[in-house]
């Protein structure tokens, strides 16, 4: 949500803040609930061989979030585990505010070890991480209905994370019925106000846990509840089978991810609301003044962001050299390496994991080289952290610091460590292409590249997530091999040497004009679509408003409270 909070991870934090931001501009009745993470994700320091460590990010709530007064509990191992919310207010273009509630258990009336469960985002183990859930699903939803949220419609689950809170709408409806035990009637009322997103296309990204520690952690009708609704999979319980179960309405975060999705999960109907980002908060100012200029309802309507096809190509030049700039003081000022302005300069800065092939580029040095010195000269621009226990993610990281050293004799490189919401948006905005190579079809989405064009930076990646949405071929940007999935991934770097020796960089630095058109085409043509407003106008309608058989058009629909 703001830079000062280090309550995020990477893509899907800045998703759920660009989310809000989107639905504060559209003045949407949404409130949302997530955990405080009082020790934030961490702090990255890089040696000179790419070693990443680790230090906490902690941080003072109370600084910067108004506290609620109100308390409400959860039962943990039997014990009662109390909970106060933060608030945090997210204020749109037009004055509309969205208030955001951080969850924390750090209250003196908790036992030493439950007071850190809102502690550490994607810490600990399966049980420390399964109390975080319980706090969020139940504690989450008793803290909107002791702060009189009591006419909320639909619940939108980001992930399996909240799937709890299924369970307790369905607990709370036969407490209301005195029906006794669960029915098909029941599960299908809480079908009808459950919306499920899942974000990630590979198993391992599914929080599951073992049946043992569920019974162990949670309340004994909690267990009865999930026997009842057949809510177990097989001797786990696995968070997105949950979800999927409770869910009338389920979603991928891409086109192809909606495919990939409906393989992995064949049993249940599932669309697909491709991904956006909130398009002012990533426009580098330059271009955020150029918009204004000759767009000025780019702002609180991202269509507008077509008309940028008619700004003079000079004037997008000019306005990119100055988000250059920027981000060539930040490499100075952090790194101590002066980049040349007029060099061709392409960025990769992604979360450092194995299947997104951050050393892509480093396959064949030498020919790397022989482009530099015979079609032009080159640098590289990288950021990006490991999870703090993924080796492979570590062993990324290193590979791409080889590969710079490798080739910098004739390739000046730099790899920014603490990447955040700071240095991402200067990134995006200030590099000459976005480079994005990941094994398909595992890229659920994907937004950086979303970000780049916003400021006129085309991409150069491989077709998956977004990009094989996006992508028109010379036009917004490049493409490194096809639709397929390759039996040998090493083949995308020949492609991708191909592409850069003999048409991205020839371009570049011989048809300036042509490139340039490129740069606008992937504002005109990318940045208006792929924009959190128009993801968020999709789910308003596709998602929020009209489910299930009886559901009428969407303008004759309400919109409902809904809780992402």
């Given at each position: ?207 599951q846990f073992p049946r043992k520690l569920a019974e162990q952690v949670l309340a004994p009708e909690h267990v ?111 790194n101590g390496v002066k980049l040349d302005p007029e060099v061709f300069t392409i960025g990769f800065a992604r ?32 950021a990006g952290k490991a999870h703090p226990r993924d080796g492979g993610g570590k062993d990324v990281i290193r ?166």
């Open positions: 949500m703001d830079p000062n909070l280090p309550t995020y991870s990477g893509g899907l934090g800045i998703l759920a803040g660009d989310t809000l931001r989107s639905a504060a501009d559209l003045a949407a009745p949404l409130v949302a609930v997530t955990l405080v993470y009082r020790k934030g994700y961490f702090r990255q320091e890089l040696d000179r061989n790419g070693n990443q460590s680790e230090h906490p990010q902690p941080w003072q709530p109370q600084e910067t979030l108004r506290e609620l007064k109100e308390r409400v509990s959860v039962r943990v191992e039997e014990r009662e585990v109390w909970i106060r919310g933060w608030q945090y207010t997210i204020q749109g273009v037009t004055g509309a505010t969205i208030p955001v509630y951080l969850l924390d258990t750090d209250l003196p009336e908790n036992s030493e070890w439950d007071r850190t469960i809102t502690d550490c985002l994607y810490g600990g183990d399966d049980h420390y991480r399964f109390c975080q859930e319980v706090v969020l699903g139940f504690g989450g939803f008793k803290l909107l209905q002791k702060l009189g949220h009591n006419t909320i419609q639909s619940y939108h689950m980001n992930e399996g994370h909240s799937a709890l809170l299924a369970l307790r709408l369905l607990e709370k409806r036969l407490d209301q019925s005195f029906a006794g035990r669960v029915k098909k009637l029941d599960i299908d009322g809480i079908r009808k106000m459950c919306i499920f997103t899942t974000h990630t296309p590979v198993p391992a990204g599914h929080d009865v509840c999930l026997d009842e609704a057949e809510a177990w999979h097989g001797d786990f319980l696995n968070m997105t089978y949950l979800a999927l179960r409770f869910a009338g309405y389920v979603n991928g975060v891409a086109m192809r991810h909606g495919e990939v999705s409906r393989g992995m999960f064949p049993n249940y109907s599932i669309s697909a609301i491709t991904n956006g980002v909130h398009a002012v908060t990533w426009t580098s100012q330059p271009l955020r003044e150029l918009f204004d200029r000759y767009i000025p309802g780019w702002r609180t309507d991202n269509n507008y962001l077509r008309y940028a096809i008619s700004i003079p190509l000079e004037e997008i030049r000019q306005a990119h050299a100055l988000a250059r700039q920027n981000l060539f003081s930040l490499i100075q000022e952090r979360r450092a994991s194995t299947y997104k092939r951050a050393g892509l580029l480093f396959n064949d040095r030498e020919r790397l080289k022989r482009i530099a010195r015979e079609v032009g000269p080159l640098q590289l621009v990288y590979s791409v610091f080889e590969g710079e050293a490798a080739v910098a004799d004739v390739i000046r490189s730099v790899y920014i460590e603490n990447y955040d919401m700071r240095c991402g948006g200067l990134i995006t905005s200030g590099v000459d292409v976005w480079l994005n190579t990941p094994l398909r079809p595992q890229e659920a989405s994907g937004t950086s590249g979303m970000k780049a064009a916003l400021n006129g930076v085309p991409s150069f990646s491989v077709l998956d997530g977004w990009w094989a949405e996006g992508h028109i071929e010379g036009v917004t940007g490049w493409s490194i091999g096809g639709n397929e999935v390759t039996e040998n991934p090493d083949e995308d770097a020949g492609i991708l040497y191909d592409k850069l020796e003999h048409e991205i960089m020839p371009m570049f630095y011989h048809q300036p004009v042509q490139y340039s058109e490129v740069m606008r085409s992937a504002i005109a043509f990318n940045g208006a679509f792929f924009n959190t407003q128009r993801m968020l106008q999709q789910y308003l309608a596709n998602a929020y408003a009209a489910r299930g058989p009886e559901a009428t058009s969407p303008a004759a629909v309400p919109v409902p409270q809904t809780v992402p």
